[in-house]
């Protein structure tokens, strides 16, 4: 049977990286794999549960659909849609049991269905009985992000520059709405440079990395960290949409 090729992983947090649990927390690794492929291939990954809570806990082994409706990710049970990816995972264990401190491993395998326009699943560790929290119970629950490019269909479009000026109590701050106008999942990237009325450059500012899912709508935005001089710059903001670079400016005015 093909496989998918694993393109990266990165540890970041996603479903729930940490839950709280009794002084504690649970950690899962990775929490984010990216992957490449075509329809019909299949990917085993192992994913490794650390107990750090002060607790023995039992926990289930599922997969949800990873969606997006009106712009926002959602969590769909396992067959809920057409092209179902979650419906397709196998675990090598149901169930596991950890002690406080213990850390335990489980293989997951996925097959990506015909023609199917899931990109993303999650592979998630779910206690199997609530555990108190203060005057109420939860439902402690830790999971892995997947997503798959099965093409080269990427593409993104941004809604124009927001600038905040810096004032007395907080630094300039810049933001843009971009939206995965493509088929496939894509990692949007930023930079914002603040330039003056010469055109000389004054200073930059990091736009931390997004991950987009097909449809989703995330805001892109970064806070200049130092203070500037009153005047009218020119804030310009490039944003890396996987090798394709847009880029937007507007004006701000310091008083």
Sequence with gaps: MKK?????????PIVAAAEPARNGSLTLTPAVVVLRGTYGQSTTQRLTLTNGTSMKMTFDLLAR???????QRMFVDAGQIDGSIAATAVFSR????????????????????????????????????PIKNGTGSMVPAVGT??????SDEVGATGSGVVVRPQSRSANAAFAEMYTNTGAEPLVAKGVVAILDG??????KAAMPPRRL????????????????RPGTYRVVLTVDLEGQTVTHDAQMRIQ
């Design 4 to 12: 998918l090729v694993l393109a990266l992983i990165a540890l970041l």
């Design 65 to 71: 659909d990873v969606v997006v409706r009106n712009g």
């Design 94 to 129: 149901g169930h596991v049991t950890l002690q406080s401190g213990e850390s335990t491993s489980v293989d997951v395998t996925f097959t990506m269905p015909p023609r199917t326009t899931c990109r993303a699943v999650a592979a998630m560790f779910r206690a199997s009985a």
């Design 145 to 150: 992000l997947m997503t798959f490019r099965l």
């Design 198 to 203: 010469t055109g000389a450059l004054i200073g």
């Design 213 to 228: 899912l097909p449809s989703e709508r995330v805001e892109m935005k970064s806070e200049y960290p130092g203070e500037l």
